[in-house]
């Protein structure tokens, strides 16, 4: 009994190491699925920043947007850049072999790409992009060390001139109590369009919608959900009441 507990333990001691493994610490978010208007500037921000080397070959165009409320015009004109039907699968152009030359690494299909990392892993490697000129594109990332992909949104975030800390890694001054960093970036190498609360927040909305890609009917299961509770209330009353009436004249 005793070597069996233990062999137990061993199997699982491997994966405890696994989970303590990643040391950076994640900003956290909560997404919200049922937030439309996040999903639409979330797929804005993929379709003209990211779908020229990630393709969301699992996705069609018509499906991302029925379920997000954008009209078949606007989507086919704003938000589809190749020439495909609306029914078309969301492929792109790049080769896995092109990829793999031009950065290093073949830039991976990212419909479920939340499924595989979460939702706080993706929030902080959008936000943890920085300076390092040892490396080919110029910048690291503090949740991916060595990465082969550019800093894609240098120009809404500004590039950060060295590692930015996790939001919540608040630092305090020993002797006065003060706050001596709020977490993020600290300094800018260059500057960016957008603020760094608007950055993060379009960081946001751009993990939402890669949150609903990897399971795009979980707003449908989660109404069904509900209906089928709605459903066995109204049968538990009629229930109820045929056993009444059955039961009746025995009692
Ligand atoms: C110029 C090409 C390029 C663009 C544009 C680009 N990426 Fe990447 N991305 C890459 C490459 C290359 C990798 C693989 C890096 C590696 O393995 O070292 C990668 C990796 C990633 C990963 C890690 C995947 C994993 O689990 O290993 C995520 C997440 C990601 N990209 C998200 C995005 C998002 C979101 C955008 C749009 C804002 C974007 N990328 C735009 C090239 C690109």
């Known amino acids: 009994m ?15 190491a696994f989970s303590a493994g990643g040391a950076v610490q994640l900003d956290h978010i909560s997404t919200d699925l049922s937030d ?8 804005q921000l993929y379709m003209n920043y990211c779908m020229g080397c990630h393709s969301l070959e699992y996705a069609r165009y018509n499906r991302v947007a029925r379920d997000l409320d954008i009209p078949e015009e606007i989507m086919m004109e704003n938000l589809v850049f190749n020439d495909v039907n609306f029914g078309s699968l969301m492929e792109n152009a790049m080769s896995e072999e092109d990829g793999k ?43 991916f ?17 060295e590692q930015p ?3 919540t890694d608040k630092r305090f001054d ?9 977490g ?8 960016g369009m957008l603020t760094p609360t608007e950055y993060d927040n379009a960081m946001y909305d751009l993990v939402n919608f890669l949150e609903y890609m990897g399971e795009p009917f979980a707003e449908d299961r989660e109404r069904i959900g509900w209906m089928v509770f709605a459903f066995l209330a109204v049968f538990l009353v009629i229930g109820q009441l045929l056993y ?5 004249d025995i009692h």
């Not at 005793?2 to 405890?16: D, G, H, W, Y």
């Not at 020993?174 to 709020?182: A, C, K, Q």
């Not at 600290?186 to 500057?191: G, H, K, L, M, N």
């Not at 009444?244 to 009746?248: G, I, N, P, V």
Request: include cysteine; hydrophobic fraction near 40%.
């Open 184 to 191: 993020g970036c600290e300094a800018y190498e260059t500057e």
């Open 101 to 143: 030359e031009w950065f290093g690494a073949a830039p991976p299909d990212l419909t479920l790409v939340a499924r595989v990392r979460g939702p706080d892993w993706l929030y902080t490697y959008l936000r943890g992009f920085y300076k390092d000129e040892n490396r080919p594109m110029g910048v690291n990332n503090v949740v």
């Open 145 to 161: 060390p060595n990465v082969g992909m550019p800093h894609v949104l240098a120009d809404l975030q500004g590039l950060c001139a």
């Open 2 to 16: 005793k070597k069996l507990f233990l062999s137990l333990v061993l199997s699982v001691a491997p994966l405890a």
């Open 165 to 167: 800390h996790p939001v």
């Open 36 to 43: 439309k208007a996040s999903l639409q500037r979330g797929a």
């Open 174 to 182: 020993p002797l006065t109590g003060r706050t001596i960093t709020e």
């Open 244 to 248: 009444r009436e059955l039961w009746k």
